[in-house]
């Protein structure tokens, strides 16, 4: 079972965020570290890779300090590595990002299995894993909250607000995991040594064949026109109680339509 | 050998997994006694359990130089916990390094992934700083040893599956002494009640008692006689590692009393424009910053096989302890009263800081050990 993990370098979403002028997000005056729903990808590779045989690649796209990421996922105990670094690619959207990521599973080889996130940290738009599915014409699953290898396909259980689905694909296939799935590990002392004795290869767009009129912010699809910082949270409302707190409670409720 | 050059990464990861596993809970556990044995395991699966252990068996390999800076970052959360995996790592060496290699691949596989617990059984009522005039014995019988005694203040009795115990096989003094490994389920092997504390709750202290325990003679760690080397030898380490666990405990108390009085009003602003404030901080500061150089020092000497190690060790045991035991207590006197409430969480580390002064050797066996090297002219 080869395993490739898509995996996204973001700002640390515990510090401070910012724009830059061009309204894409500023990956230069921030910390960073591995997409935090993406561990639970890499988990999930582990556990199969680790149940079975096989090899899991992580693979990121973005800039230098992405190789952070491809690092985390490796000490974690991911085999290989692969990043995609291009300057072209600054500010691609989604559609390109997922041109690149197809691009570059096609090279790394038929995977059986290629595992996302349920949404970047950053982004949060939870659309790379369907256009990739689409891109490699395989099978999209996504949300998946439990995964299961069956012979020749896969199991998962989405949960939705008011049912829960089993769903099942032939293999190879697109899962994107929730942080449902399982409990991502720490590094251990051993993986983070071994770490650097793995393989990782940095590709360029021309080694994938991707004309850099297809991606970056000047082809992107869509445009950011404007960027508004969030209003600070206001105070909330303070009920005293004189006797009839709970009915203010509940005429607070019903005003804001909670009941 | 000094810390190894990924020192800053294995740090990062402990203070991670202490942040997020331990520090959370830190204040229930203490409140409830609790031993956290699952939260153990998964600091096992990291190489917690074994950190200077060979890698043969399960250990990570690491220096004494990695093993201060680890232990600084686990008790930033909880110097409790951190403490009892200074204990666990410290009996796991001793049969890492003085057992046979039958004995080795017996036990440390289960101990260094800390699936399995360990306990170091020197004290007894009656032989605490005098640890030489243990009164424990072990009699040779026909397959083995018989023991037969009570050690005191056992940390994590009734809890650990192995327990390193110093008993007497030959005479009086330090000569007499040998070192057996005691599995939990051998027979007349018993507990006394968890102590109650002021500090250290969440991990247990109790009496060990061997009433005629029989070990198969392979239970036997190094000669017969060498027991007593062989304990002070892991003490030597553990000494530097209880210092490392005060000095993560005092400075994350540091650290809370600096954010607190920031925020603190009085007397028209922040707390923290008093400049006497400011001049107690700065103080701890130096203390902190004093004992974290002197831990580093001493490590390396340690990892060096230096002279006048031991000594060194217990020079800086005893600063170490004593000066960031002062640093905690000044981080609770900043708090004001709420420093006095156990919800602050500064109280704890203060409780939990004040017998790194007793134990491993009080402080004033530090000033024992380190004077006879001096009088004998070694340092
Ligand atoms: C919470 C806790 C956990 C512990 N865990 C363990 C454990 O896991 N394993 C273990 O074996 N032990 C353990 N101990 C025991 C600890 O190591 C001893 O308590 C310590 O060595 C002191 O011995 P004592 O209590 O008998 O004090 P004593 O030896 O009676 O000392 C009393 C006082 O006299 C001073 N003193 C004694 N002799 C001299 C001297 N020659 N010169 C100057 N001053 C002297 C001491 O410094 C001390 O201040 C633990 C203790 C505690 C409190």
Redesign the interface.
């Known amino acids: 079972m080869n395993i490739v993990v898509c995996v996204k370098y973001v700002p640390d979403a515990q510090s401070e965020r910012a724009f830059t002028e061009d309204n894409t997000t500023d990956r230069e005056g921030v910390d960073g570290l591995l997409s935090e729903l993406d561990e639970y990808a890499i988990e999930e590779a582990l556990k199969i890779a680790e149940a079975g045989e096989g090899e899991v690649t992580v693979l990121t796209v973005g800039p230098d300090d992405a190789a952070e990421a491809v690092k985390k996922a490796l ?1 974690m105990g991911a085999d290989k590595g692969v990043h995609i670094l291009d300057e072209a690619i600054a500010g691609s959207d989604a559609p390109a990002t997922s041109l690149v990521l197809a691009e570059a599973i096609k090279k790394i080889g038929s995977p059986d299995l290629v595992l996302t996130g349920m949404a970047s940290t950053d982004g949060t738009m939870s659309v790379v894993p369907a256009m990739l599915a689409e891109r490699l014409g395989l099978p999209q699953v996504t949300f998946a909250s439990e995964l299961t290898v069956e012979g020749e396909g896969v199991k998962i259980r989405r949960d939705g607000d008011s049912s829960t689905e089993t769903i099942e694909s032939s293999l190879p296939a697109l899962v994107s995991v929730t942080d449902q799935i399982n409990e991502p ?6 993986g ?2 071994a770490a ?1 004795k793995k393989p990782v290869e940095t590709w360029g767009l021309s080694d994938l064949g991707v004309d850099a009129g297809q991606v970056g912010q000047a082809n992107a699809w869509t445009a950011v026109l404007e960027t508004t910082k969030r209003p600070p949270r206001e105070q909330g409302e303070v009920v005293a109680d004189e006797g009839d707190g709970g009915t203010k409670l509940a005429e607070f409720l019903a005003a804001q339509k909670f009941v | 050998m000094a810390a190894s050059e990924d020192i800053a990464e294995l740090s990062a990861m402990v203070r991670q997994f202490a942040d997020d596993q331990i520090a959370p809970h830190a204040g229930q556990w203490d409140r409830d006694k609790h031993f956290p044995v699952d939260v153990l395991k998964a600091a096992g699966e990291l190489g917690l359990g074994g950190i200077w252990v060979a890698e043969d068996v399960g250990g990570s390999g690491l220096t004494r130089a990695d093993g201060v800076r680890i232990f600084e970052q686990l008790a930033t959360a909880c110097p409790t916990v951190a403490a009892y995996i200074s204990i666990h790592n410290m009996a796991t060496s001793m049969i890492d390094t003085a057992g046979t290699q039958e004995q080795r691949e017996r036990w440390i596989p289960g101990l260094a992934s800390m699936g399995q617990l360990a306990s170091y059984c020197l004290t007894e009522a009656g032989a605490g700083s005098d640890a030489a005039a243990l009164r424990t014995t072990a009699r040779a019988v026909d397959d083995g040893y018989m023991l037969d005694g009570a050690k005191q203040f056992i940390s994590g009795a009734g809890t650990s599956a192995v327990y390193v115990v110093m008993a007497r096989t030959g005479g009086s003094g330090a000569k007499g002494v040998s070192a057996f490994v005691v599995p939990a389920d051998a027979e007349g092997l018993s507990f006394g009640a968890n102590e109650a504390k002021m500090g250290w709750n969440a991990q247990p202290t109790r009496e060990v008692v061997l009433d005629g325990v029989h070990v198969p003679a392979d239970h036997l760690l190094g000669e017969e006689g060498q027991g007593f080397a062989i304990a002070m030898r892991g003490l030597d380490g553990g000494r530097l590692n209880i210092a490392a666990c005060s000095l993560g405990g005092a400075q994350a108390a540091f650290d809370a009393a600096l954010a607190h009085l920031r925020t603190r009003e009085a007397f028209g602003g922040p707390l923290i424009e008093q400049q006497s404030l400011q001049f107690a901080l700065a103080d701890m500061a130096t203390k902190l910053h004093a004992s974290r150089l002197m831990l580093h020092d001493a490590a390396d000497a340690l990892d060096a096989g230096a002279p006048g190690a031991s000594a060194t060790c217990a020079m800086t045991k005893r600063f170490v302890t004593d000066s960031c035991f002062e640093v905690a207590n000044s981080a609770l006197q900043l708090f004001g009263g709420y420093g006095y409430l156990w919800e602050y969480g500064v109280e704890k580390i203060v409780r939990d800081l004040r017998v790194h002064q007793i134990l491993e050797g009080t402080n004033e066996i530090m000033q024992v050990v380190l004077a006879r090297s001096l009088v004998k002219g070694r340092r």
């Open positions: 000490q590990r720490y590094p251990s002392f051993k983070i040594m650097k």
